[in-house]
């Protein structure tokens, strides 16, 4: 079982910056692909980021490309989404997810095939 709890959200004003942040459970030598979601108000949850745990290897949605990082702290148990240039478009609810399997690249921005996920965290960009 690996739990995941997000932190890093708030109140900024358009243009400003933030960093998330998603402490997993020590049973993260299990894990393979750890990815960030969000929902913004009144929509389905997208893919924003994910990042292999042990490789580093990085794939993030096209909308939020070269704004968007997303890094991980292997000895904190940790997965960081900074997020630059904030808009009023990137509120949402951002949550943090993992998985134990590989399924593919491929399968790393769908949420079906994440396992274990955060409770979220609220960003709200105010223009």
């Known amino acids: 079982q690996v739990q995941l709890v997000e932190s890093g959200g708030g109140l900024v004003q358009a243009g400003g910056s933030l960093r998330l942040s998603c402490a997993a459970s020590a049973r993260t030598f299990s894990v393979y692909i750890m990815g960030w979601f969000r929902q913004p108000p009144g929509k389905e949850r997208e893919f924003v980021a994910a990042?292999?745990?042990?490789?580093?290897?990085?794939y993030y949605a096209d909308s939020v490309k070269g704004r968007f990082t997303i890094s991980r702290d292997n000895a904190k148990n940790t997965v960081y989404l900074q997020i630059n240039s904030l808009k009023p478009e990137d509120t949402a609810v951002y949550y943090c997810?993992?998985?134990?399997?590989?399924?593919?690249?491929?399968?790393?921005?769908?949420?079906?095939?994440?396992?274990?996920w955060g409770q979220g965290t609220q960003v709200i960009v105010s223009s």
């Open positions: 990042i292999t745990w042990r490789g580093g290897s990085t």
């Open positions: 997810a993992a998985d134990e399997y590989n399924r593919g690249s491929y399968t790393y921005n769908q949420e079906r095939f994440y396992k274990y």
